[in-house]
């Protein structure tokens, strides 16, 4: 079952793994974006559609255009986030992609 974060009403947590929280980050400011060297990162694009994800490393995303439900292995709780949000997914974290409008964005990954 996911939980969401009383720190962050964006966050979600997996009761069997609390550490795995998504964080989200809306509408990061242009010297943020910069200085995190956005528009240096490969970009990824996915149609509308259900997609089960297993993250193997940490992944930092922006999103160009899109709007996704995060829905945590098991349960029905998610959260959500889409254009102009800066997200970090936790290594190890499962989920399910519902993607309502089809998603553009840069990202990276950081195995450490």
């Known amino acids: 079952m996911a939980t969401s974060s009383n720190n962050n009403p964006d966050a979600m947590e997996t009761d069997d793994c609390p550490n795995l929280t998504i964080q989200i980050e809306r509408n990061p400011s242009e010297s943020r974006l910069t200085e995190l ?14 997609f089960p994800l297993k993250f193997d490393a940490q992944e930092t995303c922006y999103l160009l255009r899109g709007k996704v439900k995060a829905y945590a292995k098991g349960s029905n709780e998610f959260v959500e986030f889409g254009a102009g949000d800066l997200v970090t997914i936790p290594k ?11 998603v553009d964005k840069h990202y990276k990954f950081d195995s450490s």
């Open 92 to 102: 190890g974290l499962r989920c399910t992609w519902d993607v309502s409008m089809a």
């Open 37 to 50: 060297g956005i528009k240096s990162w490969p970009k990824w694009g996915c149609p509308p559609g259900k």
